[in-house]
């Protein structure tokens, strides 16, 4: 074979990831998730730099505990985003799909498309623990246990992102 | 009184839980291409709609299972947690989280499964998640009013509705359905 693999029929493949979230159910409680792993890290970071501050916040303080006794870097979510990753990696390697690249449309440059991600990743991080969730932990898991905030969060995802598509379009058109 | 879920909660099982469930979550969105910003945002420019077929098949599949083996008295339901309900906030930051799927090409998950594929966009992101982060742990104290509006609780559809957890997934499995449906006669549309 020459080019990689194509990708999986996108209802297999959903069907596959509700399995993997239906065992997370099952075997946890709790489902996935994905951007708490990264309020573990910053909780962590400023408990290294900044202990007293650290503790005192709402968010940070969550994670380190009020007396800093719990350890945000070995919780569960840093675990399987950590796998989550390695997982990835390999089915791309496996399917030939591996590759140093910039994501991005004919329209922009590597550049800006690095800042534009940067500033991406900034906003949904701010509306994400608005939120208290992301795609993962609010909108699949909080969706398959028909939470009224989990779907309404969702309907608000899908308006935001098309209402500010065509301000992003070079980017990806 | 049922057996599931099982209380993976000792250091040892919960690290397995974790890579386990964190691999097959990573191998199922790199077979499914949302590790690809372009496939990702086709989404809001109506060229490809990957996103919303998988997210919506993995959200049937695991609710009707999940509210099955509750009915079936296979899985205890008042062990499951149900995402608590703050409306405000939540549709404030799904707006915002919108916006920056678009902008960014990702969303947390899925960035997190680019940079695992090569993806420097994605590294970008991460870093991006980073500082998000920290920016917004450092307002909280001040987003209070915000943050803390109209706290609704563990509220559930089915509760809502007064109907049985297992219709309602079985009434979502019908509409996604009848949308895929639709969608798929729109797009191959001559």
């Known amino acids: 074979m020459t080019g990689p693999a194509r990708y999986a029929n996108p209802y297999l493949a959903g069907a ?3 399995a993997v979230l239906l065992a997370a159910f099952l075997l946890t409680g709790h489902g996935l998730g994905a951007s708490g792993a ?8 400023v408990e290294a730099v900044a202990p007293t501050h650290a503790r005192a916040n709402p968010l940070f303080g969550a994670w380190t505990g009020a007396d800093g006794s719990r350890s945000p870097l070995s919780d569960w979510i840093v675990i399987e985003v950590l796998a989550l990753m390695a997982g990835a990696a390999i089915s791309a390697r496996l399917a030939g799909r591996w590759r140093a690249t910039v994501d991005r449309g004919p329209g922009i440059t590597d550049r800006r498309r690095l800042a534009w991600a940067a500033g991406g990743g900034a906003l949904m991080a701010c509306g994400a623990r608005l939120a208290r969730g992301c795609t993962s932990g609010l909108g699949l898991t909080g969706g398959a246990t028909l939470s009224v905030g989990a779907w309404a969060f969702l309907l608000a995802l899908f308006v935001g992102g098309y209402a500010a598509a065509p301000l992003f379009r070079k980017a990806w058109r | 009184m049922s057996a599931l879920p099982l209380d993976a909660s000792g250091p040892v099982a919960s690290a397995v ?29 109506g060229t490809d709609f990957a996103v919303f077929k998988v997210m919506f098949t993995a959200i049937v599949v695991a609710a009707v299972g999940l509210a099955g083996l509750e009915a079936l008295g296979v899985v205890d339901a008042a062990r499951v947690y149900v995402a608590p309900t703050w409306l405000v906030p939540q549709v404030a930051g799904g707006l915002v989280f919108g916006v920056g799927f678009v902008m960014g090409g990702y969303c947390p998950g899925t960035g997190c499964t680019a940079a695992a594929t090569g993806r420097l966009d994605g590294v970008a992101l991460i870093g991006g998640m980073l500082a998000g982060t920290f920016l917004f742990g450092e307002a909280l104290p ?8 109209t706290p609704l609780g563990t509220l559930a ?6 109907a049985p957890p297992l219709a309602v997934a079985s009434g979502v499995a019908v509409l996604a359905v009848l949308a895929f449906v639709t969608l798929e006669r729109l797009t191959t549309a001559p």
């Open chain 1, 16 to 18: 596959a990831l509700g």
């Open chain 1, 38 to 45: 990264m309020s573990a890290v910053v909780s962590a970071g």
């Open chain 2, 17 to 45: 839980s974790a890579v386990l469930l964190g691999a097959g979550f990573g191998v199922a969105l790199e077979r499914a291409g949302l590790g690809d910003a372009r496939k990702l945002t086709g989404q809001f420019y």
């Open chain 2, 142 to 149: 001040y987003l209070g009013r915000l943050y803390g509006a």
């Open chain 2, 157 to 162: 559809i089915p509760a809502l509705l007064g």
